[in-house]
Nanobody, 127 residues
Framework: QVQLVESGGGLVQAGDSLKLSCAASGRTFSSLAMGWFRQAPGKEREFVAAISRSGGTTDYARSVKGRFTISRDNAKNTVYLQMNSLKPEDTAVYYC????????????????????WGQGTQVTVSS
């Protein structure tokens, strides 16, 4: 069983930056591919970013590419999401997700591919 705890959400203005963290426990962190998803009110949960077990491969949703950066520190069992140039449309609950995989370079962009989810952290961007 993997436990994921997100932190770092908050209320910011358009153009500001925010960094989310997700601490994992319960399994060797380097065995997990990690991802970030978000869900705005009245909308489905959508893919934001993903990173491979090794950290060598990343993937982003088109809407955040060039503004968001996903990274991980396997020594700290933590994955991060650096969010720059935030827009009101980035307002959502952000969820961290983990997937057990034997492949070190795979990145996963579909909800169904993830085994474990955090409780979410609210990000609100005012205009």
């Amino acid at each position: 069983q993997v436990q994921l705890v997100e932190s770092g959400g908050g209320l910011v203005q358009a153009g500001d930056s925010l960094k989310l963290s997700c601490a994992a426990s319960g399994r060797t962190f380097s065995s997990l591919a990690m991802g970030w998803f978000r869900q705005a009110p009245g909308k489905e949960r959508e893919f934001v970013a993903a990173i491979s077990r090794s950290g060598g491969t990343t993937d982003y949703a088109r809407s955040v590419k060039g503004r968001f950066t996903i990274s991980r520190d396997n020594a700290k069992n933590t994955v991060y999401l650096q969010m720059n140039s935030l827009k009101p449309e980035d307002t959502a609950v952000y969820y961290c997700a983990a997937a057990i995989t034997i492949y070190s370079q795979v990145v996963l962009s579909k909800r169904i591919q993830y085994n474990y989810w955090g409780q979410g952290t609210q990000v609100t961007v005012s205009s």
